[in-house]
């Protein structure tokens, strides 16, 4: 079982940064790949950025070059830093922990609203 808990959420405007944190606990963090997704209202949830235990990184295109994901495996926590941010960034963003089928974990998701 791994629990996780997702913060830095908030308002921003355009063209702003923001920085996600989310940290985990009741599992060996490292041997998971971490994983943050989105979903704004009446859309389905979307993959917004994963990383390896070997920091091999995936971004949906819509955010290449603006967000950035990490993880510190000594403090259990993966981060998503999110720069240049666009209204259509709007969303409720969920922390994600997968290893394998029946080992995949959500936090409750942190909200983030791009507006001026």
């Known amino acids: 079982q791994v629990q996780l808990v997702e913060s830095g959420g908030g308002l921003v405007q355009p063209g702003g940064s923001l920085r996600l944190s989310c940290a985990a606990s009741?599992?060996?963090?490292?041997?998971?790949?971490m994983g943050w997704y989105r979903q704004a209202p009446e859309k389905q949830r979307e993959l917004v950025a994963t990383i390896t235990s070997g920091d091999t990184t995936i971004y949906t295109d819509s955010v290449k070059g603006r967000f950035t994901i990490s993880r510190d495996n000594a403090k259990n926590t993966v981060y998503l830093q999110m720069n240049s941010l666009e209204p259509e960034d709007t969303a409720v963003y969920y922390c994600?922990?997968?290893?394998?089928?029946?080992?995949?974990?959500w936090g409750q998701g942190t909200q983030v609203t791009v507006s001026s």
């Open positions: 994600n922990a997968w290893r394998k089928p029946g080992w995949n974990y």
């Open positions: 009741g599992s060996i963090f490292s041997i998971y790949v």
